[in-house]
Every structure is written in structure tokens, then in C-alpha cells.
């Protein structure tokens, strides 16, 4: 059988959503492993980006053949991942890592299946990262915002979230918050009449 450090090199790669929750099974029931506690759960966004690499190639220089470095760039569509932390109450070993991920960045594509019920521990969990980053856990028992009002749109825990400058729900704007919701306030007439009023007006 593989030891522990070996299974955690394979489970700290990404899983695959179609056999998550097998994988999650294992891990939790096999009598080695006794992965019996999710201690963690964490969303990450990943944005598209672009990895170099350098490889050795062979390829004739002046007539010879020889091993040179050569530079190549791997274009990486972005995803969002939940990484999970696990950890064996019974075994007194771990952590093991385990990341899921998403198969793009878009609104309806970012699902993943819930592990909540392998782990009841990650429901709240679950339900952080689905109000921050979006992503939508199939199968969780109570998805929905747990930070974030029910009203609020956007995920703003993702890396090009934009904060609005009109906060309709703060109750008392004030400072930085205060000058940006000026901005959508109705003009006030610099004079409205009230700079004539005294103080023997305002007692007869």
C-alpha cells in the first residue's frame, strides 16, 4: 500500500468534480487514512494568465548536435478552486490537501460538488466561498450567502471585483464612502433661501 506522503502527493493534485466525492469517500473511510476531519475549506481565483517554461532541446548548432534551452509560454484559462484540508482525528496524521476546480471563471460554468456531505464541517465553509467567489456547490444542503446580504451582487472576494462608489444600504456614509456617494446625490442649488433666515425668524 502507498504511505501517506504518497497519497498526499496524488490528492494535492487537482481532483476531478466527477469523482470528488469517490475521492472523498476514500479518503474518508479507508482504514489507513481515517480522514475523518475537514478542518479548512478556502476559495482561490485564478485569473487567465501565461506560464514559461524552459525545456532542453536538441538542435545542430555549428554542425553538432547539442542541448540548448529553448522558452515556450503555456496560456492558462483562468478557474476558481476550493481547496480542502483534512485531517485524521482517529489516525493522528495530516493534513492532506485536496483542490477542486472549476472548469472556467464564467457565472454558470464555476459548480462544483459539494463535499459538505462527506464532511459536515465544510457546509458553512461551502457557503463562505459560494457568497465571496461564486462558485455554486451541487448538493450542498443549504446553499446560500452567509456574508453578503441577499441583495448584494457580485462576489467580491474575486481578483476583478470592483467595489461600487454607491453604497445604498450604508446606513450613515461617512469619509471615503461618504465622498463617492456624494457623486449620486441631486444637485443642491447653491441658493436655496435658507441663508436668509435668522435667528428672529426662527422665534417670530
Same mark, same amino acid.
Given at each position: 500500500?502507498?504511505?501517506?506522503?504518497?497519497?498526499?502527493a496524488r490528492?494535492?493534485?487537482?481532483?476531478?468534480?466527477?469523482?470528488?466525492?469517490?475521492?472523498?469517500?476514500?479518503?474518508?473511510?479507508?482504514?489507513?487514512?481515517?480522514?475523518?476531519?475537514?478542518?479548512?475549506?478556502?476559495?482561490?481565483?485564478?485569473?487567465?494568465?501565461?506560464?514559461?517554461?524552459?525545456?532542453?532541446?536538441?538542435?545542430?548548432?555549428?554542425?553538432?548536435?547539442?542541448?540548448?534551452?529553448?522558452?515556450?509560454?503555456?496560456?492558462?484559462?483562468?478557474?476558481?478552486?476550493?481547496?480542502?484540508?483534512?485531517?485524521?482525528?482517529?489516525?493522528?496524521?495530516?493534513?492532506?490537501?485536496?483542490?477542486?476546480?472549476?472548469?472556467?471563471?464564467?457565472?454558470?460554468?464555476?459548480?462544483? $460538488?459539494? =463535499?459538505?456531505? /462527506?464532511?459536515?464541517?465544510? &457546509? +458553512?465553509?461551502?457557503?463562505?466561498?459560494?457568497?465571496? %467567489?461564486?462558485?455554486?456547490?451541487?448538493?450542498? $444542503?443549504? =446553499?446560500?450567502? /452567509?456574508?453578503?446580504?441577499? &441583495? +448584494?451582487?457580485?462576489?467580491?472576494?474575486?481578483?476583478? %471585483?470592483r467595489?461600487?462608489?454607491?453604497y445604498?444600504?450604508?446606513?450613515?456614509?461617512?469619509?471615503?464612502?461618504? &465622498?463617492?456617494?456624494?457623486?449620486?446625490?441631486?444637485?443642491?442649488?447653491?441658493?436655496?433661501?435658507?441663508?436668509?433666515?435668522?435667528?428672529?425668524?426662527?422665534?417670530?
Open positions: 500500500m502507498e504511505s501517506l506522503d504518497e497519497i498526499k490528492a494535492e493534485l487537482a481532483v476531478s468534480g466527477a469523482h470528488a466525492s469517490a475521492v472523498a469517500r476514500f479518503l474518508r473511510d479507508d482504514p489507513a487514512l481515517r480522514l475523518d476531519f475537514c478542518s479548512n475549506v478556502t476559495g482561490v481565483d485564478w485569473l487567465d494568465r501565461t506560464v514559461k517554461k524552459t525545456v532542453k532541446v536538441k538542435k545542430i548548432v555549428d554542425g553538432e548536435d547539442k542541448e540548448v534551452d529553448e522558452t515556450t509560454e503555456e496560456n492558462i484559462p483562468g478557474y476558481l478552486e476550493a481547496v480542502y484540508h483534512l485531517y485524521s482525528m482517529t489516525q493522528k496524521h495530516g493534513p492532506v490537501v485536496i483542490r477542486m476546480r472549476t472548469t472556467d471563471r464564467a457565472e454558470g460554468a464555476a459548480r462544483l $460538488p459539494s =463535499l459538505t456531505p /462527506i464532511w459536515r464541517s465544510a &457546509e +458553512f465553509q461551502e457557503r463562505e466561498i459560494f457568497d465571496l %467567489y461564486g462558485v455554486r456547490f451541487d448538493g450542498h $444542503p443549504d =446553499l446560500r450567502r /452567509i456574508l453578503m446580504w441577499d &441583495e +448584494f451582487v457580485d462576489h467580491p472576494m474575486r481578483k476583478d %471585483y467595489e461600487p462608489d454607491d445604498e444600504y450604508e446606513p450613515t456614509p461617512h469619509d471615503d464612502v461618504l &465622498e463617492k456617494a456624494k457623486q449620486h446625490y441631486a444637485p443642491r442649488p447653491q441658493l436655496d433661501g435658507a441663508e436668509q433666515i435668522t435667528a428672529t425668524d426662527s422665534h417670530g
